[in-house]
């Protein structure tokens, strides 16, 4: 018997399930309805001015000397202001396009310098007292409710996908929340499953979670033959293969580390850029289609000091930049008010000054991509309103 019939005799598919995702989602009739949100954790603290240049402020290679030198000239041009860098090829192709947008100055209003804090405030929402529950599931709960009240719309449920080892703050607190990473171990043979699947007869439990795992791992796409990849791009084409064959997963959370700079930055942020920008490249390749539909939503906890250091890198500060992607994103600008980088206009005379916040540029996804209401909105993010600014088309 072939692996794909063993699967389907089963009924779907074992990987890492917490919770929630029943092999129904993992329909192959596909409804067309669907608005997939992807939220791309950055983690490390992204430094911005060396991700989005700000090409026409003088004070840049004052600041740094040698940092601005070794990507001002083969930045890729934005606008007037602003250039890419240059490890970001697919993304600049996507700003082109209009498909991409890039906000400059932005902070979650976190202001101490702790990755793991940061990290962690910007998960939940922006409070820290209340670790159980992300934003990203809060706003769950209000798509799922809100879609449930139009009646026009035929989608009851939506879950989200975790392409982690456990459940990341964004989506605790959530019943509809399933984690896949792959493991680092040789694959079970398929006569493991036979006989997991003999053994679990007498526990419906188990049987539906074997079941619903052998499922899911058939649907992330990896090749069992050979021992499988923990890269981002590997990663990111899985989370798109996720969205794409599952009916009601229509949210997916990826993370990715490395950004925490503080000495040989441009070779070591070179090469990470480098992996996130081909991983979302194969995340909208493997999304074919569901691009138009799909908002992608990328942000750090902070950012890192306007002037290098002794060692050629950066250290933890404070304004840091993010990036809204999309089929239907109003892209093809540079969002943010860009305050300068003269000492006057520094965030306490040593960071780059954050003029909006991430949550309200979060809010107006929700409320442009996924429709969700000012009070639905006020739910998820109590303390921020969405930007009037229109982001989608």
């Not at 981002?232 to 997963?249: H, M, P, Q, R, T």
């Not at 990036?323 to 520094?346: C, M, R, S, Y």
Request: with cysteine; glycine share 8%; proline share 3%.
């Amino acid at each position: 018997m072939e692996r794909r019939e063993f699967i389907k005799g089963l009924g779907a598919s074992l990987v890492m399930l917490s919770s929630g995702v029943s092999t129904s989602a993992l329909a192959t009739d596909i409804k067309t309805n669907k608005k997939n949100l992807v939220w791309v954790m950055l983690r490390g603290a992204l430094d911005p001015l060396h991700t989005v240049v700000p090409l026409k402020d003088d004070n840049l290679l004052t600041l740094r000397p040698t940092l601005a030198k070794s990507v001002v000239k083969n930045a890729l041009a934005l606008d007037n202001q602003f250039g890419l860098n240059p490890a970001l090829a697919h993304l600049h192709k996507w700003y082109l396009d209009k498909q991409l947008l890039p906000i400059v100055a932005v902070s979650s209003g976190y202001e101490s310098r702790s990755h793991f804090d940061g990290q962690d405030y910007l998960e939940c929402g922006g409070n820290l007292n209340n670790l159980d529950s992300g934003w990203l599931a809060r706003s769950l709960s209000g798509l799922s409710n809100s879609v449930i009240s139009n009646s026009k719309n035929s989608k009851q449920t939506s879950s989200a996908i975790a392409i982690a080892n456990s459940t990341p703050i964004s989506l605790r607190g959530s019943n509809a929340v399933n984690t896949w990473y792959p493991a680092n171990i040789k694959a079970a043979d398929d006569d493991i499953y036979r006989q997991l699947n003999t053994l679990y007869q007498g526990d419906e439990s188990l049987l539906q979670n074997l079941t619903d795992g052998l499922a899911l791992k058939d649907t992330a796409m990896i090749d069992d033959s050979k021992k499988t990849s923990r890269k981002f791009i590997e990663l990111a084409a899985a989370c798109g293969n996720f969205l794409v064959k599952s009916n009601d997963i229509d949210c997916a959370m990826l993370e990715m580390g490395g950004f925490d700079t503080h000495n040989n930055q441009h070779k070591r942020l070179s090469k990470q850029l480098v992996e996130l920008d081909s991983g979302l490249a194969a995340l909208k390749s493997s999304l074919g289609s569901q691009w138009n539909d799909t908002v992608v939503v990328i942000a750090t906890e902070f950012g890192r000091t306007v002037k290098e250091n002794g060692t050629q890198g950066t250290d933890h500060g404070t304004g840091s930049a993010m990036f809204i992607a999309g089929g239907k994103v109003k892209g093809g600008k540079v969002l943010g008010d860009w305050p300068g980088l003269n000492t006057e206009q520094l965030f306490k005379q040593r960071d780059l000054q954050p003029t909006t916040n991430s949550f309200s540029w979060i809010a107006s996804v929700l409320k442009q991509h996924w429709q969700l209401s000012d009070n639905a909105i006020a739910q998820v993010l109590p303390l921020h309103k969405a930007y009037d600014i229109k982001i989608m088309e």
